[in-house]
């Protein structure tokens, strides 16, 4: 088994359904509320590790009840935590609102201490990241953070993986460091101005990112599967049905965790993308986020239909 290094932040997520968002100053009844593990580079762990793959989370948390949630959700994983804890600060935490309807969501992000996050953080585990096989950040935590831990990787010929979450704005130095980049639709449409909207136009934007120097770029199409341009091929992988749709809210990371898992494990890169598809397919059949990522005997069964 290869060995994958995440750096990003673990946040509570605070779940709330409801038929629709309140407007500014309006308060509305929702059907159900969940608190549960979450925070993008923390559910990317989980769903590495449930795929099988030997994967250590890089991470600030304080000393609360979110904090011992994510040490919780970590451990029954098999998530290895390389993580401090802090007194200053809280353990991040997120709101979600998820549509009953299609099960679509919109996020509000507080990451907490982890907001705090150094290139002397990274620094310190330096070795953790240089001895991986994939190492996978996202931009939750500071962009300096994951500017250096992405040249350390780079510097020791581990392959890299940004999945540029939330949207933000990229110089070509960042992209430069990135073997693989994973943004969704709305994601790519910010990084190059091609709007995504179908496979042809996640194409347009995939080579658009190939030109500032990104070796492949992967573009998750949701219901439509994904992307995969490298500029020798360009393939698009379709979706795995395993059954009706809960919720949407973890299906980028549970691709990005099984796409590095495969990875790490030797798979040629399409073959890893069909890997973090089936990996998603089944999350979106879950309620939650961490909660919801398949183990590897799952995925390997959607696979083999």
Request: proline share 6%; net charge negative; charged share 15%.
């Amino acid at each position: 088994m290869g060995r994958v290094v995440i750096l990003g932040v673990f946040v509570a997520d605070t779940a709330y359904r409801a038929p629709r968002q309140p407007r500014l100053g309006e308060t509305i009844m929702g059907e159900s509320f969940a608190l549960g593990p979450g925070g993008k580079g923390s559910n990317q762990a989980v769903a590495a590790a449930m795929a099988g793959a030997e994967t250590h989370f890089i991470t600030r948390l304080g000393r609360d009840p979110f904090a011992d949630m994510a040490l919780a959700t970590w451990a029954r994983a098999g998530v290895r935590p390389a993580v401090t804890q802090h007194d200053e600060s809280y353990t991040g935490a997120a709101y979600i609102f998820i549509e009953a309807a299609t099960g679509n969501n919109a996020i509000i992000v507080s990451p907490g201490v982890a907001g705090t996050i150094s290139a002397a953080d990274i620094e310190a585990r330096a070795e953790l990241i240089a001895g991986a096989s994939v190492f996978v950040t996202q931009l939750e935590q500071p962009m300096p953070a994951a500017l250096r831990a992405l040249q350390i990787a780079r510097g020791a010929g581990v392959r890299t993986v940004l999945n540029p979450a939330p949207a933000a704005p990229l110089g070509d130095e960042m992209l430069a460091l990135c073997d693989f980049v994973t943004p969704n639709e709305s994601e790519a449409s910010a990084l190059t101005g091609v709007e995504v909207t179908s496979v042809e136009s996640a194409e347009a934007a995939a080579r658009a990112l190939r030109a500032r120097g990104v070796g492949a770029a992967i573009i998750t199409l949701g219901e439509k599967g994904a992307l995969y341009h490298d500029g020798a091929r360009s393939v698009h992988v379709p979706p795995f049905h395993a059954g009706p749709v809960v919720e949407t809210t973890g299906a980028g990371d549970a691709f990005n965790g099984g796409f590095a898992a495969a990875l790490a494990e030797g798979a040629d890169p399409i073959a890893a993308v069909r890997f973090g598809c089936a990996t998603a397919g089944i999350s979106v059949t879950r309620p939650g986020t961490a909660p919801a990522m398949p183990a590897r005997a799952e995925i390997e069964a959607l696979l083999g239909r």
